[in-house]
């Protein structure tokens, strides 16, 4: 079994930052992907960023020379640094992970329970 925890989501002004958290737990697993997801009100979810255990990093073009996610790989853990806030970056934050599993074959997904991020003056 495998979980993630996110944390850090809040209320920020505008132009302030927040930095998002995420680490995968359990047994019997490795992670590849991970990365961060988020749902506006009243929209679809859309991938914010993404980073391979080989640190190959992909954002979405909304979002590029603001965030920043990094890996730590060994706890396990994502982060999500988000400088310059806007109040259309305002959604749930939800941390994604690719995992194999052992025992098993190909990857499974497993989502966090998601952290809300509010940015308004």
């Known amino acids: 079994q495998v979980q993630l925890v996110e944390s850090g989501g809040g209320l920020v002004q505008p132009g302030g930052s927040l930095r998002l958290s995420c680490a995968a737990s359990?047994?019997?697993?490795?992670?590849?992907?991970m990365g961060w997801y988020r749902q506006a009100p009243g929209k679809q979810r859309e991938s914010v960023a993404t980073?391979?255990?080989?640190?190959?990093?992909n954002y979405a073009d909304s979002v590029k020379g603001r965030f920043t996610i990094s890996r730590d790989n060994a706890k396990n853990t994502v982060y999500l640094q988000m400088n310059s806030l806007k109040p259309e970056d305002t959604a749930v934050y939800y941390c994604?992970?690719?995992?194999?599993?052992?025992?098993?074959?190909?990857?499974?997904?497993?989502w966090g329970q998601g952290t809300q991020v509010t940015v308004s003056p």
């Open positions: 994604n992970a690719n995992v194999q599993r052992a025992g098993y074959a190909g990857q499974y997904a497993y």
């Open positions: 359990g047994s019997g697993f490795s992670v590849n992907a």
């Open positions: 980073a391979t255990t080989g640190d190959r990093r």
